[in-house]
């Protein structure tokens, strides 16, 4: 079963930034955070993944609180593109997935 | 992206046949795995491989089998199909924990 507790829908307006919640109550000191997404029936793309500290890449932000407890995917200008399902997992090796969020970006 | 092609991308097949799923990988990664996704859900690790001829079970691995031979290609093996084995299965590869994994584009596999 998935460690991870995500919402399992949010709506986003166009252009606005996309937050998408994740918590992490039984994750370890060496497990990684990382968030994945899944366009319709694709194959899941990684956005980006962190230990402790933030984290920004081309695709997204990754904010970690300090107890490591929860965790935040930021899509700084979301656009229809974004729609997806967001999954956010905590390991050290095998990726355990749950339901994740849809998140729907509105224009 | 990461070249990763999974064959076939669809079949259907009935009760206790035999089906091989291949996915072959054109980024020279250390580790591949198998996937199945059922709707509604997420993925669940199969089996995967960290090398050739290295291979380990995950979490759903009873009634699948997985060869590894060369690094590029990773079989996946039902040998008796049932109609709890129809899912979309994913293959995906990477250089290991704590990195990035890269996916196929899925096979969907109906068993009647």
């Known amino acids: 079963d998935a460690k991870t507790t995500q919402p399992p829908s949010m709506d986003c307006a166009e252009g606005r930034a996309a937050n998408l919640p994740c918590n992490h109550s039984?994750?370890?000191?060496?497990?990684?955070v990382y968030w994945y997404r899944q366009i319709h029936s694709q194959g899941p793309q990684y956005i980006i993944h962190?230990?402790?500290?933030?984290e920004t890449n081309e695709m997204a932000s990754l904010i970690i609180t300090e107890d490591r407890k929860s965790s935040t995917l930021i899509l700084p200008h979301a656009t229809l593109r974004d729609t997806a399902v967001y999954y956010c997992i905590d390991s050290n090796y095998q990726l355990i997935w749950g339901a994740g969020t849809k998140l729907i970006i509105k224009p | 992206d990461a070249g990763i092609t999974q064959s076939p991308r669809h079949k259907v097949t009935e009760t206790g046949t035999p089906v091989t799923l291949r996915c072959h990988q054109t980024?020279?990664?250390?580790?591949m795995y198998w996937y199945r996704q059922d709707p509604g859900h997420g993925l669940r690790l199969i089996h995967y491989?960290?090398?050739?001829?290295?291979?380990d079970k995950g979490e759903v691995s009873d009634g699948y089998s997985v060869s590894r031979s060369k690094t590029e290609d990773f079989l996946l093996t039902l040998e008796s199909a049932t109609s709890s084995q129809t899912s979309v299965y994913f293959c995906?590869?990477?250089?290991?924990?704590?990195?990035?994994?890269?996916f196929g584009p899925g096979t969907r596999l109906t068993v009647l």
């Open positions: 039984t994750i370890s000191g060496n497990e990684y």
């Open positions: 962190g230990l402790k500290n933030n």
């Open positions: 491989s960290y090398g050739v001829k290295d291979t």
């Open positions: 995906a590869t990477g250089q290991g924990p704590p990195g990035e994994q890269f």
């Open positions: 980024e020279n990664h250390r580790y």
